[in-house]
């Protein structure tokens, strides 16, 4: 195998796989295509948020926050008085731009 050989196949190697996601909404099933693109990882540090606690003692209580802002946000198709989807799992968040659900 030449060296420009195995650069190619490195390179294929690497580049992203297309990807399609299906939304369910409503009990209606509808596909939106997505362009293919290599996610960016951003790390954030989840603050402490302290509730207050309804009762008569008044207790606090400390539950995570996470606040999300930037210029980054309107690059990836998020615009300031828009709603979001924020789907839940186990150890993980899913956050959409609900203009792209119709």
């Known amino acids: 195998m030449h060296s420009t050989e195995k650069n190619q196949s490195k390179e294929k190697r690497t580049t992203p796989?297309?990807?399609?996601?299906?939304v369910v909404q409503k009990q209606k099933e509808e596909s939106i295509h997505l362009r293919a693109e290599t996610p960016t990882v951003r790390y954030l540090k989840l603050q402490p948020f302290y509730r207050r606690l309804s009762?008569?003692?008044?207790?606090?209580?400390?539950?995570?926050?996470?606040?999300?802002?930037?210029?980054?946000?309107?690059t990836?198709?998020?615009?300031?008085?828009e709603y979001v989807s924020v789907t839940v799992m186990e150890g993980l968040l899913v956050?959409?731009?609900?203009?792209?659900?119709k």
């Not at 796989?17 to 299906?22: D, L």
């Not at 990836?76 to 008085?81: C, D, I, S, Y």
């Not at 956050?95 to 659900?101: P, W």
Request: hydrophobic fraction near 45%; glycine fraction near 8%; charge should be positive.
């Open 76 to 81: 990836a198709g998020f615009l300031p008085e």
């Open 17 to 22: 796989v297309p990807t399609f996601k299906r």
């Open 95 to 101: 956050i959409r731009s609900t203009a792209l659900i």
């Open 55 to 74: 009762g008569l003692n008044s207790s606090l209580k400390i539950v995570p926050e996470l606040r999300l802002c930037g210029n980054w946000l309107e």
